[in-house]
């Protein structure tokens, strides 16, 4: 089965940057042909998307992170990443990153997510 690691959190200035990291294995697939997404969760609430990135390498974003996130992918390594610049208190939350299930839309196979504090 898949199984997601998320890195590279932690806690950063507000205008700071950090890169999460999302290393992926056991795809039926290859990791090329699966879209990606990154998504966050504030303590109480349901998961939103962040971004995501087709396996044509089209993206997509949040409006409150347009401009300011960028989701890329490393196909040779199964692994996705999250550039967050120009934080703010309220990207404050966990993050997750999941594959999109192919032919379907539900987002599958949660990692444990990576905690960012922006203070």
């Known amino acids: 089965h898949v199984q997601l690691v998320e890195s590279g959190g932690g806690s950063v200035q507000a205008g700071g940057s950090v890169r999460l990291s999302c290393v992926g294995s056991?795809?039926?697939?290859?990791?090329?042909?699966?879209?990606m997404g990154w998504f966050r969760q504030y303590p109480g609430k349901e998961r939103e998307g962040v971004a995501t990135?087709?396996?044509?390498?089209?993206?997509t974003y949040a409006d409150s992170v347009k401009g300011r996130f960028t989701i890329s992918r490393d196909n040779a390594e199964n692994t996705v990443y999250l550039q967050m610049n120009s934080l703010k208190s309220e990207d404050t939350a966990l993050y997750y990153c999941?594959?999109?299930?192919?032919?379907?839309?539900?987002?599958?196979?949660w990692g444990q997510g990576t905690q960012v504090t922006v203070s």
């Open positions: 990135i087709d396996a044509d390498g089209s993206t």
């Open positions: 056991g795809f039926t697939a290859r990791f090329s042909d699966y879209c």
């Open positions: 999941a594959p999109l299930i192919p032919g379907s839309t539900i987002w599958d196979s």
